[in-house]
């Protein structure tokens, strides 16, 4: 056990602040690189507004904040928290379909007097700690049963936020669970069974989807079917981009970003604006920073030292992944458009500080690693 | 730790795991690979095709109307200019509820049913993000109102531009016509091109014929926009030309007193300066308001307009076909002295009526009891139609068509307004093509005294008489008396042309029917002699009453009798001063009664109008009795 301990202290001076402070280094540098990116990118994306970015700072800085906190909680205070954060989490989104706060068109919020908030950022968060709690208790690979229970602890939180609508964050929450079962070993025929019955499963999901949701498959599918409705979005953002380059036309200097053409251009669109202003040397920058994200979070899974903590670990890096993923081709016509903003860059949102104590739990996670018994 | 132990094989999990996180990273390569495909696709691969859009999206063309010419009378007295004008436009895409904006609106800004129809149609074929006009000509008033209120309409602004105005109103209305807002028929007409921009377009009178003259040639500009349409900034400029102004010939002092002299009579009178064929007045009564065309008219007032008894928007001087009754008879008379059938000394008595040898059909004499024994002067000075029965008879249509085609009759008179009627000069020729009949002997004697067949037009009437005043020069009529370039003071004449040259056999013959001409008003048995009586300078004139109504053969005319429309019309032709001719006049009105007693004191009051510059004339009952001269 000494011995164990002595190495681990070893570690432990060779990164003293870190281990301190319970930060990671190379997670921390991107995250900050990236939201300074964001920042420069949604200043002419604003207009030159300089207190829309005002306010972002402010939010960043709360997210920050967040990660710094949440770091602290060691991965066991996180494992005790975990059931109770989900039954909260889905005791909140009944709440919220029984009596939620309308916004949009969708009933997302749920005012609590002091705070008002989205239950579905918590079950970003909530959702891939429950399952990996429930497998992490589990001989791994998952059998059918405990498949089955997965698939419902998932399910019944993704199928009410994408009732509300919000399809966006179902598809997070879901990726997210899934990625949990995934790293527990999911058998690949029952991968590829569920993958068949997913797409069998197509028609029935077009059945239940909403007609602005459908509206969106359909300008996906073609754009240039509706240029003046619904795929003038995707129709601009490709101009912006193409029109970009390699070098981009300059910040502040993107006509399509500056003169209106481009719609939601500080919010779901802004990776346009960063395509047409910095071009594909800008676009990748932001992935280079993007990919550091994401392989530290797997490396930091693979490094861990339970079952707990390695899945929930690698389930939020890839999550993160599917975030950019999806955004970043929605925007470029690869994918439909799905309300999801660009993680980190994109004005606005409590997604921010969800995702900032995501990173905060990665981060719990790589630098508690020795007080952990295993 | 609260939890069951189980039989875990924790490096069995932990190598599970550790695979599958890789995989995980295999995937996310995959993925981003995948994407920055796509990001080299089009940013690399497709970036000109994309550089082109983005090109398009941001740089528009747009053009520049060019500033119509302006029109003024021969003194420089202005009658159409631009005024600046504000219109009230919509950008459709920055409006949520367009009904809900229209109601709000109505309350600020008057807006008729013609203004939301023709709004809604172009609301369903235009481009993006373009506004389009609601409203125009908003007083300074609605101005001001929507200016307070500017807050509470997104998307609805007022700009700024120039529209026509007829400051003088209906002044000049049948000769200058009016611009109206062009429609898609007019734009197929002319080069669309040099329209872009432009709102309106001569519809009628001077304005149409003109059009490329006044028009000018359309300026372009590429401008960066938003995409919303606000113009950033002008990227090149190429400035419109401005259309050239114009001067008429009319002078409109003369107008006014012509139009004047119609009171509330219908009818039309031309005046025209017999040595360069300018004309001065354009007359045709009633007139009607142009401004009320030039951003469309509401279709009640066009209603009234058009169901008007009177109609107003009828152009009498250039459409007007009117038989020229006695006026013609001066031209006869020349015909015939010139053709060597009379001489100034021939006489013929007037018994009241004549008759065609071996027929008993009578054509009446105006004058019942007949005038005796009458020579030509007698039959010009109290317009005889017995002697000119014989005349004509004498003469055969094929020479009395022959030596009035001369003077224009038959033919359009070429005046540059559009849309002159030719009038009628019948011929044997004529009325075998257009009633397969022969000529009768009969329809000879009427033609001679202006019946009949026989049409003319106010302005071929007026040029005649130009013709007879100037020693046989028939003259275009002229109403555009020179051009101008914007923003230059030289201006480029129009020239006189002389349509034909009537061969003069012997000068007394023309002085023998001009002279009987200034007996007609100046002596004491003339037919005009109550114009004559006070008038500072000599006139030649002819009177004429034209029947509308055919009387049966011993049918009394009484005009009291016959219901207004078809009582008879009354015509004057005049030149003065005799010596030295500068003015020739010709005046119809229509169902007047007599040409003395009403035609002929309406010329005077233009004569007097050009040659005195004042009307002296005071204005005194008419006598029907000695003023009356029915043929």
């Excluded at chain 2, 016509?177 to 432009?198: C, F, M, P």
Aim: neutral net charge.
């Amino acid at each position: 056990m000494s011995s164990v301990l002595s190495s681990h202290r070893e570690d432990a001076s060779r990164a003293g602040w870190q281990y301190r402070l319970h930060l990671d280094a190379p997670l921390l540098f991107a995250l900050i690189a990236a939201s300074g990116l964001g920042l420069i990118v949604l200043y002419s994306a604003g207009g030159g507004d300089m207190a829309l970015v005002e306010r972002q700072l402010v939010r960043l800085g709360l997210a920050f904040t967040g990660m710094l906190v949440v770091a602290q909680l060691s991965p066991y205070v996180l494992l005790r928290l975990t059931p109770w954060l989900f039954v909260v989490g889905v005791v909140f989104l009944v709440a919220v379909l029984v009596g939620g706060e309308s916004s949009g068109g969708a009933q997302r919020w749920l005012n609590l007097y002091i705070v008002r908030f989205q239950p579905s950022e918590m079950m970003k968060l909530a959702v891939p700690m429950m399952v990996a709690w429930y497998l992490a208790d589990t001989r791994l690979p998952p059998n059918g049963w405990q498949l089955l229970a997965s698939a419902t602890l998932i399910a019944v939180p993704m199928l009410m936020i994408a009732k509300q609508p919000d399809l966006g964050t179902a598809l997070l929450i879901a990726s997210a669970g899934f990625f949990v079962v995934f790293l527990a070993g999911l058998q690949w025929r029952l991968l590829a069974f569920f993958s068949v019955l997913l797409a069998a499963a197509a028609p029935v999901l077009w059945h239940f989807m909403h007609d602005y949701q459908r509206q969106r498959v359909i300008t996906f599918l073609s754009p240039e079917s509706d240029p003046l409705g619904s795929g003038y979005h995707v129709i601009q953002s490709k101009i912006a981009i193409g029109s970009g380059g390699l070098l981009g036309k300059g910040w502040m200097n993107g006509t399509q970003s500056q003169l209106d053409f481009l719609p939601e251009r500080s919010t779901d669109f802004i990776f346009a604006v960063l395509g047409e202003e910095f071009g594909f040397l800008g676009i990748l920058t932001l992935f280079a920073l993007y990919t550091i994200i994401v392989v530290r979070g797997i490396m930091i899974s693979i490094q861990a030292q339970d079952t707990y903590t390695r899945l929930l670990a690698g389930s939020l890096s890839m999550t993160f992944c599917v975030y950019f993923v999806v955004n970043t081709g929605m925007v470029t016509g690869l994918l439909p458009v799905v309300g999801l903003p660009l993680p980190i860059i994109s004005y606005g949102g409590t997604s921010i500080v969800t995702l900032m104590a995501g990173f905060g739990i990665l981060m719990s996670i790589q630098t508690h690693r020795k007080l952990l018994p295993t | 730790m609260p939890r069951q132990i189980t039989l875990k094989d924790h490096f069995f999990e932990s190598r599970l795991v550790m695979n599958r996180a890789v995989i995980l990273l295999i995937i996310a390569g995959i993925l981003l690979t995948v994407l920055l495909a796509r990001l080299l696709f089009l940013q690399v691969v497709e970036h000109e095709h994309f550089t082109t859009l983005s090109e398009d999206n941001r740089v528009k063309l747009q053009a520049i109307p060019p500033n119509r010419g302006l029109i003024y009378d021969r003194n420089g007295i202005l009658l159409a200019e631009n005024l600046p004008s504000y219109r009230l436009e919509i950008t459709p895409e920055q409006i949520d509820d367009m009904g809900g904006t229209l109601g709000a609106l109505e309350d600020i800004i008057e807006i008729r049913d013609i203004d939301r129809s023709r709004f809604e149609k172009l609301l369903k074929r235009k481009p993006r993000f373009e506004a389009i006009p609601l409203r125009f000509h908003l007083s300074d008033e609605e101005v001001a109102r929507f200016s307070v209120n500017r807050h509470r309409f997104p998307g609805v602004d007022i700009t700024a531009g120039l529209a026509r105005h007829y400051p003088l109103g209906t002044l000049g209305v049948h000769a200058l016509g009016y611009v109206g807002r062009i429609d898609e028929q007019a734009l197929k007409v002319v080069d669309s091109s040099n329209y872009r921009g432009t709102s309106h377009i001569g519809k009628i009178g001077i304005e149409k014929t003109y059009e490329s003259v006044l028009h000018g040639k359309v300026g372009l500009q590429h401008v960066e926009t938003t995409a919303q349409g606000r113009v950033i900034r002008v990227l090149d400029r190429t400035p419109p030309v401005s259309g050239r102004n114009l001067y008429l010939t009319i002078d409109s002092r003369v107008q006014a007193a012509t139009e004047a002299a119609f009171t509330d009579l219908t009818g039309s009178a031309i005046a025209i300066d017999p040595n360069n064929g300018d004309i001065l007045a354009f007359v045709s009564a009633p007139t009607y308001e142009p401004n009320a065309f030039v951003n469309g008219i509401e279709f009640d007032d066009y209603a009234a307009l058009r169901d008007n008894k009177k109609q107003p928007l009828f152009n009498r001087a250039l459409r007007g076909q009117y038989p020229p009754g006695s006026t013609i008879k001066p031209f006869v008379g020349l015909a015939g002295l010139e053709e060597g059938i009379t001489t100034s000394h021939s006489s013929t008595y007037c018994p009241g009526f004549y008759s065609l040898p071996g027929n008993t059909r009578k054509y009446r004499d105006w004058k019942r009891t007949g005038h005796g024994t009458v020579n030509l002067n007698r039959s010009i000075q109290q317009s005889c139609d017995v002697y000119f029965y014989d005349l004509a008879l004498s003469l055969g249509i094929d020479r009395i068509h022959g030596y009035l085609r001369h003077f224009g009759f038959g033919k359009s008179s070429g005046i540059d307004i559009l849309g002159e009627l030719p009038g009628l000069l019948p011929s044997r020729e004529w009325k075998r093509a257009r009633h397969d009949q022969p000529w009768f002997p009969g329809e000879t004697l009427i033609t001679g005294i202006g019946q009949g067949f026989f049409l003319v037009t106010p302005i071929q009437l007026a040029v005649a008489t130009a013709a007879l005043a100037n020693g046989g020069r028939l003259l275009q009529p002229n109403i555009v008396h020179a051009e101008q370039e914007a923003n230059s003071d030289d201006l480029l004449p129009h020239r006189p042309r002389t349509v034909d040259t009537i061969t003069i056999n012997a000068q007394e013959h023309w002085d023998h029917v001009i002279e009987s001409m200034v007996d007609v008003v100046h002596s004491t048995r003339g037919t005009a002699r109550r114009i004559g009586e006070d008038s500072p300078y000599r006139i030649a004139g002819k009177t004429g009453t034209a029947q509308v109504f055919g009387l049966k053969q011993e049918e009394k005319y009484d005009a009291e009798a016959i219901p207004e429309e078809l009582r008879d019309h009354a015509l004057f032709v005049a030149f003065a001063p005799v010596e030295d001719p500068q003015i020739a006049v010709a005046v119809i009105v229509e169902n007047g009664g007599g040409g003395g007693s009403v035609a002929a004191p309406i010329a005077r009051k233009i004569l007097d109008a050009y040659l005195v510059g004042e009307s002296p004339v005071v204005e005194e009952p008419v006598d029907e009795a000695t003023g009356g001269e029915p043929q």
